[in-house]
């Protein structure tokens, strides 16, 4: 090991004038992001744009300090949290508002800032942030972010007293706890994002710490994101799913307001309530309701309302996801149980897996897959729904395998096997097998054989994912950047590039030729037929010795699912 | 001593070298090619070229029975060197060669002919022709080698593994196999074929895997009275496939076999296959 050498001076403290280039910094790094903030906005959660209303908020704090000449931190910090506040902008801009408010209270008499008071000034925030927060506060957001970055600074100047390597740490935190995000929060796992509030905190630590390293705010990240086809959710929300369509904010100036009080009764109207204050006078509200004129009713009998913004989430929510015309789909095929037979019961995201799946055989599907998990419940349900008395379970996902087993555990009646299928490839080729078992008629009813033979059939193909990385990451000694196409087998990054079919060349490049001779490409739904066939057609002159079949899977998020055998 | 003499279509795909060793005389069908007829007697047409040429027809080539005329004359020039003659035919509900032989042989050699219905297509019949041949060769009776044959059928199987559901499809017999219905096309479908019916044993989705059920079968089935490998154009991995079964292999040559047009044009090119007789 070598010893490590600070590559600039350290950085003890800072006044006032570098406090304002360090939130310059800030909010500039997430000028440069915030579409891939938006973008993590998507589903489920459609509460207007994350990146856009955090920025907005960023930079109507900024404005308010944008002529200042000011040497005094706490004067500077304050005036910033004033603008926040007032500009603040969407769930994630009001929470982020009130970590500026919070900062600005703890350095309110701070003529300077050093490491440990950064620390506090984060600490004060976290506060301020749960505060505002609807209750109870839900972790798994920028809530949690800010408090486990705190947790982190309160650790890490006991022994640093660098503010540089402070922000190093605060940044390896930030980006720590927003990749745990999902595991805290069910809808992000669902969704299959991290949160997007939390993303655009850990961009603007991430600009504050490029200025204390002195390192350039360019990036061509925001754009090569941007240019990343927008990912689509698995299922498209019905009105009544989505719940809750408006978004009310408004200010209300008035006297003697009592905060708790308004809190309590605009909670009570919706969900995602908001209330904060600056003092006695000014009452900041945002909630989501059925009826947009009762919180706007309910605060003109207190005061004077302003600045009222009411949006349909649910039209942007359908904007946003670009909601496909259901298309005419023939029926599912059924197949014919005799009391005797084995059933399987298959999860599958996309309606042209499940058809395939049906197809060969399966008696139910249950919708769900890399991105939505189903339920033990749902399982169950789909098991108990079966009209014989032994069947097979395909999770086709390592993370559904448990649901399934617990669902197995539920079903009493019945003789229930799981078949760990791991990905949808695994489960086509255990599927297969059990539609040979049922064609001899000694066979069909033998779950031992049948379970046995499908478990045996999983390792028949090796299985490849194409999709969009989400961040930029290194591993498995391949390189790739937010945004790009990244082509995965068994589970391994193998390839990245900017342009899908490239990328498709590169997977198909790597795989032994001697070893395979079919790749079946099943098309998600963001690629059409056509560019599918085309790609197939290209692959197919280029790698001759495999043979390779398109077909449509419709699974949302993935372009590809490749089958190699 | 009568002396006895084995005629057979060449549907039995006995090879011609096999044939000429034990005497028997192949009668052969018409393969009807892009507007040509060609016997198939691997002089107008040999095997090779026609599976070399099947995957680009644009209409699959159709086969028959050998012209009653030719098949007269054949009957009757090796009536003339016996007794009587054994004449062992395709299965007549799959084909008009058992009818034609009937007819001609009793214009030719009315009374001095026995006509068996082998109740298989290629070495499944083929295992019964030389079998016929070799009882005859010593001196054994016609009632003998009819009933030797009769309780041989039973142990004789055939297995398929299809390279292509084209040819199916485009001769409408896709329902021959029971394919896996559905978007997956890319099947190798692994059959049995029984009195010229076939049955879907297994379907899988690569050549190698279904190539690997073949071997399990005949591991299945062994010990083995005879084997044969057959294919479509093929020869490589059939004689990888007769490598990998020495250890079930009975005594003897095995024989690999290009085999017939008229069940090749519904198989399709680059298949593999296994005749076998089941120890008695």
Known sequence: MTEQTPTQDACLKLDGHQLKQLLLAGMSWLERHYQIVNQLNVFPVPDGDTGINMLLTMQSAFAEIAELDEPHVGSLARRFAKGAVNGSRGNSGVILSQIWRGFGVALRESETVDASGMASALQMGTTFAYDAAPKPPREGTILTVVREVAERAQAVVREESDI???????????????????????????????????????????????????????????????????????????????????????????????????????????????????????????????????????????GVVSDVVVENMYEQYLDNIGAPQPAEAPPMPTVDLQPDDVAVIAVAPGDGLARIFYEQGAARLVSGGQTMNPSTEEIYKALSDVPVSKAIILPNNGNIILAAQQAVRKARNKEVVVVPSKNVPQ??????????????????????????????????????????????????????????????????????????????????????????????????????????????????????????????????????????? | MAILKVLADSVCDVPAEVAKRLDITLIPAVVVMDGQSYLDDGVQLTREAFYTRLPDLPQLPTTSACPLGVTREMIARKAAEADHLILIAAPAHLSAIYNTFHLAAEEVVPGRYTLIDSGQVTMGAGFQVIQAAEMAAAGASAAKIALTLARMRPRVHVFGALNTLENLRRSGRVGWVTAIAGRLLQIKPVVQLTEGNVKSLDNVRTFKRAAARLVELARQYAPLERLAILHTNNQAMAEELRDTLADVTPPGDTLIVNVNPALGTHVGAAALGLALVTAG
């Open chain 1, 164 to 302: 540089v390597r402070l922000f190093e740490a605060l940044v390896v935190q930030a980006n720590e706890t927003l990749q745990r995000t999902p595991e805290l929060l069910p809808i992000l796992k669902e969704a299959g994002v991290i949160d997007s509030g939390g993303q655009g905190l850990t961009y603007i630590l991430e600009g504050m710490l490029r200025q204390l390293r002195g390192e350039s705010l360019e990036s061509d990240l925001a754009r090569a994101a941007a240019a990343a086809p927008a990912r689509k959710p698995a299922h498209v929300m019905s009105a009544t799913e989505f719940g809750h369509p408006y978004d009310v904010q408004l200010l209300l100036t008035g006297e003697k307001l009592d905060v708790d009080r308004i809190r309590a009764a605009i909670q009570a109207m919706g969900d995602s309530a908001i209330v904060t204050s600056d003092g006695e006078t000014t009452v900041k509200i945002h909630v989501h309701v059925y009826d947009p004129g009762q919180p706007i009713s309910y605060a003109v009998k207190l």
């Open chain 1, 427 to 565: 489960g086509i080729a255990a599927m297969l097998f059990y539609a040979n078992a049922r064609l001899h008629e000694d066979r069909r009813g033998d779950l031992a054989y049948i379970a046995e033979g499908m478990t045996a059939a999983l390792d028949d193909v090796v299985s490849g994912e194409v999709t969009v990385a989400v961040r930029s990451v290194e591993m498995d000694g391949v390189r790739a950047r937010a945004g790009q196409v990244i082509g995965l087998l068994e589970g391994k990054i193998v390839a990245a590039h900017d342009d899908l079919n490239q990328l498709m060349h590169d997977l198909i490049g790597k795989l032994d030729r001697n070893a395979y001779e079919l790749v079946t490409l099943y098309y998600g739904a963001d690629v059409k037929p056509k560019d599918a066939e085309a790609l197939a057609e290209v692959l197919a002159s280029a790698y001759d010795s495999f043979t390779f079949e398109v077909i449509p899977g419709g699974q949302p998020h993935y372009f590809y699912l490749l089958s190699i055998e």
